[in-house]
């Protein structure tokens, strides 16, 4: 029979990238689709796969909407990776990312445990709740300290998927994903910003790019690979978390100098530091440790930071000379 997946925040980069990887594996793919924006469904449109997805109105902060789509759905597999998932918003907005991020997950399990509780759950956690990190190199035994309203929401998700699997006998599974990156990214988002301005710089629309602190450091990976690996969890005979990084750590400094090479240009020349940009509490560094994902998935990110940054140029690049 046909597999029913759901897909929560399945607008977003790694909804859309999971997306497409379950309709080419034969999944029927039901998204939950939360109408708070102009237009959120260009990423499915950019992958070709909107008219494939069946679209779901409903929000995860509102429990009569989870349990909605369980029934319609009739998932088998449940991947939640809706979320505000914005940290510098998280700072501004921190009630609400509470609601969304942290209680919209538990909303979605406990729709589970109400419907079907056979089926198989994801959550997408993330490297942010190591925030102050406690160890050089963290893994899934590392402590937690988060250090922002995001990072603390998303922690409480995710013990909270670690106690629907221990009181219920959920499958229920956490991805701890690294930073990870890819054209379909948001455009808030460091990575993107910066190679929509190197682009902009390069085709003449724009002369300068505003950063805050270009000294952090992130394991940044590709989105494409890492939306295999929560596949690949919810394959698996018992759940468990997993960390999902490339175990490469890189400054936002050198993430900036490999995507302005790419269009022959010197960061130097067009980087302004700006203070506005800097968080309340900085997250300086972040390093995973793939070795449990590798060797009980059999999963390795295979995109290197140079290709990604290569690869987001180049689509910037082809929006701007598009746009004209």
């Keep these: 029979m046909t597999k029913r997946a759901l897909v929560t925040g399945v607008t977003g980069q790694d909804g859309a990238y999971l997306a497409k990887l379950l309709l080419d594996k034969g999944y029927m793919v039901y998204g939950l689709h939360a109408r708070r924006a102009t237009d959120t469904l260009w990423r ?74 056979k089926a198989r759950f994801y959550q997408a956690s993330t490297s942010e709740m190591f925030g102050k990190i406690q160890e050089p190199m963290q893994s899934e035994s590392t402590p937690f300290y988060p250090r922002s309203p995001y990072g603390v929401a998303k922690l409480y998700a995710h013990w909270m998927t670690v106690n629907y699997r221990e009181s219920f006998g959920m499958h229920a599974s956490s991805g701890i994903l690294f930073n990870h990156e890819s054209p379909l990214r948001g455009i808030e988002f460091v990575t993107r910003k910066v190679t929509d301005a190197v682009a902009r710089i390069k085709l003449g629309k724009q002369k300068e790019l505003r950063l805050g602190n270009i000294d952090a ?56 530091i700006d203070e506005k940009f800097f968080r309340p509490a900085e997250v300086e560094v972040l390093l995973g440790n793939p070795a449990k994902a590798k060797e009980k998935l059999g999963w390795e990110a295979t995109t290197k930071l140079e290709t990604l940054r290569h690869m987001m140029v180049d689509a910037e690049l082809e929006r701007g000379r598009r746009e004209g």
């Design 44 to 117: 499915l449109r950019y992958l070709d796969i909107l008219d494939r997805v069946h679209l779901l109105e409903g929000d995860l902060t509102d429990l009569a909407s989870t349990i909605r789509s369980m029934v319609k759905s009739e998932a088998d597999e449940v991947y939640n990776l809706g979320a505000q998932s914005f940290v510098a918003t998280s700072w501004m907005q921190p009630i609400l990312t509470g609601y969304v991020t942290g209680l919209g997950a538990v909303n979605m399990l406990e729709a589970i445990r109400l419907t079907n509780p």
């Design 217 to 272: 450091k992130r394991d940044w990976g590709y989105a494409g690979d890492y939306v295999k690996a929560m596949w690949l969890m919810l394959q698996q005979n018992a759940p468990d978390d997993f960390v999902v990084a490339t175990g490469r750590t890189t400054t936002v400094r050198d993430m900036c100098r490999i995507a302005f090479e790419r269009v022959g240009l010197n960061y130097e020349q067009h980087v302004v």
